[in-house]
T-cell receptor, first 112, second 110 residues
């Protein structure tokens, strides 16, 4: 049972445009959400996070939006750059635990 | 800090053999996680430790899998006997707040 879902396995975006990566979750006990970026042959690296008490968090070109009623979060990258091409994982932390549950990932390709 | 260190980076073995993956977490991090990455399931949590104690091993697929953390600076994930369907990339991660991942071990079981 996949509690964190990334329904788009891949996404292609033109350089300079906005990239929007989506993530849905099913467990209302998640209270902290994160996005990780992964390049080939490397481990995932932390990108940005958001607490369940917020609906938006921004860090430079990256913004994460959280819609708790819809159990949906999204990552916006603007403007997209070729170096952003990677696999992006959404993750959620189960309240009161250290248990991070990850989605299946979305491969983003930014075309020059 | 060198980050999370995993060894080996690549492992090729034959079905039925024992495989041991190793991890050194970042100094000062009190939680350690083992994940497995596959195309179908993405990053799948196998087990995690807090202060060297296993907290949740519900993701360990079968009794063939075992993990230990004898001290704060070392953990192992063992598969015995290994099977072809165990082929995947295995990541170790440690955390104080956000997770920091190691580079992974790519395991191929023939």
């Amino acid at each position: 049972d996949q509690q964190v879902k990334q329904n788009s396995p891949s996404l292609s975006v033109q350089e300079g445009r906005i990239s929007i990566l989506n993530c849905d979750y099913t467990n209302s006990m998640f209270d902290y959400f994160l996005w990780y970026k992964k390049y080939p042959a490397e481990g995932p690296t932390f990108l940005i996070s958001i607490s369940s008490i917020k609906d938006k968090n921004e860090d430079g070109r990256f913004t994460v939006f959280l819609n708790k009623s819809a159990k949906h979060l999204s990552l916006h990258i603007v403007p997209s750059q070729p170096g952003d091409s990677a696999v992006y994982f959404c993750a959620a932390l189960l309240r009161g635990t250290y248990k991070y549950i990850f989605g299946t990932g979305t491969r983003l390709k930014v075309l020059a | 800090d060198a980050g999370v260190i995993q060894s080996p980076r690549h492992e090729v073995t034959e079905m039925g053999q024992e495989v041991t993956l190793r991890c050194k977490p970042i100094s000062g991090h009190n939680s350690l996680f083992w994940y497995r990455q596959t195309m179908m399931r993405g990053l799948e949590l196998l087990i995690y430790f807090n202060n060297n104690v296993p907290i949740d091993d519900s993701g360990m697929p079968e009794d063939r899998f075992s993990a230990k953390m004898p001290n704060a600076s070392f953990s192992t994930l063992k598969i015995q006997p290994s099977e072809p369907r165990d082929s995947a990339v295995y990541f170790c991660a440690s955390s104080f707040n956000e997770l920091f991942f190691g580079p992974g071990t790519r395991l191929t079981v023939l």
